[in-house]
């Protein structure tokens, strides 16, 4: 499975990804390029420390649509059949997700359907819920709004600050966002409305 990634920062998501590819414990898979929307990513250092191609591709006041077409098309050169977004803060335009139909990741530090949006992890603190935790979901037009693939739970301790939350939410990012790729890439799934349900031939 040829996988892409989309970044905006320091990518810390996007390394985890890539080396669980290049170990293997993501199996048949091959991270082909890393496209930030940011020429001042940090995460593009840490690919390229890791022999990936990396490209940079800026809105530079264009249109969302010709923006993201320039992006498709590059994904689409190297044939690219996963697109995980990793820290990529742009919603995606339909042309986008109707080229990737079921094919786009995401990966979001809250459980979803509560705290959308940004900072989600100081809008979960500052609620005082008692646990919050991660998700990765299918993308589609609305912000965090696709389909959940996993999810896993952190609690909140009464001594967090929301950086603390934050930081233990972002190393079960990690680890969820890999076991969630490698399911996806397992093929052993199906959609039926919003569910996604694993082991559907068995
Ligand atoms: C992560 O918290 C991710 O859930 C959110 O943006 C952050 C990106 O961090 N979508 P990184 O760039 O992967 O380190």
Redesign the pocket.
């Given at each position: 499975m040829k996988i892409g990634i989309l970044?905006?920062?320091?990518?810390?998501?996007?390394?985890a990804i890539v080396e669980a590819v290049q170990s293997k414990q993501i199996p048949s898979s091959e991270v082909v390029v890393v496209i930030s929307d940011k020429a001042d990513a940090g995460?593009l250092q840490k690919a390229k420390k890791k022999n990936v191609e990396t490209l940079v591709i800026e809105k530079n006041g264009r249109k969302r649509a010709e923006h993201d077409a320039e992006i498709v098309g590059e994904l689409e050169k190297r044939n690219v059949e996963l697109v995980c977004?990793?820290?990529?803060?742009r919603l995606l335009s339909p042309n986008f997700i109707q080229a990737f139909p079921n094919k786009i990741l995401?990966?979001?530090?809250s459980l979803l359907p509560s705290f959308k949006g940004l900072d989600?992890?100081t809008q979960a603190f500052e609620y005082g819920v008692k646990f919050s935790g991660?998700t990765v979901h299918f993308v589609d037009e609305s912000l965090d709004s696709g389909a959940i693939v996993a999810q896993k739970i952190v609690d909140v301790k009464d001594d967090d600050t929301a950086e603390s939350l934050?930081a233990r939410?972002?190393e079960k990012?990690h680890a969820l966002y890999i076991e969630a790729i490698a399911k996806i890439v397992g093929g052993n799934f199906k959609i039926e409305g919003r569910r996604v349900i694993f082991n559907a031939l068995t």
């Amino acid at each position: 499975m040829k996988i892409g990634i989309l970044i905006s920062g320091r990518g810390s998501n996007m390394t985890a990804i890539v080396e669980a590819v290049q170990s293997k414990q993501i199996p048949s898979s091959e991270v082909v390029v890393v496209i930030s929307d940011k020429a001042d990513a940090g995460g593009l250092q840490k690919a390229k420390k890791k022999n990936v191609e990396t490209l940079v591709i800026e809105k530079n006041g264009r249109k969302r649509a010709e923006h993201d077409a320039e992006i498709v098309g590059e994904l689409e050169k190297r044939n690219v059949e996963l697109v995980c977004l990793a820290g990529y803060m742009r919603l995606l335009s339909p042309n986008f997700i109707q080229a990737f139909p079921n094919k786009i990741l995401n990966i979001h530090p809250s459980l979803l359907p509560s705290f959308k949006g940004l900072d989600a992890q100081t809008q979960a603190f500052e609620y005082g819920v008692k646990f919050s935790g991660c998700t990765v979901h299918f993308v589609d037009e609305s912000l965090d709004s696709g389909a959940i693939v996993a999810q896993k739970i952190v609690d909140v301790k009464d001594d967090d600050t929301a950086e603390s939350l934050a930081a233990r939410i972002l190393e079960k990012e990690h680890a969820l966002y890999i076991e969630a790729i490698a399911k996806i890439v397992g093929g052993n799934f199906k959609i039926e409305g919003r569910r996604v349900i694993f082991n559907a031939l068995t």
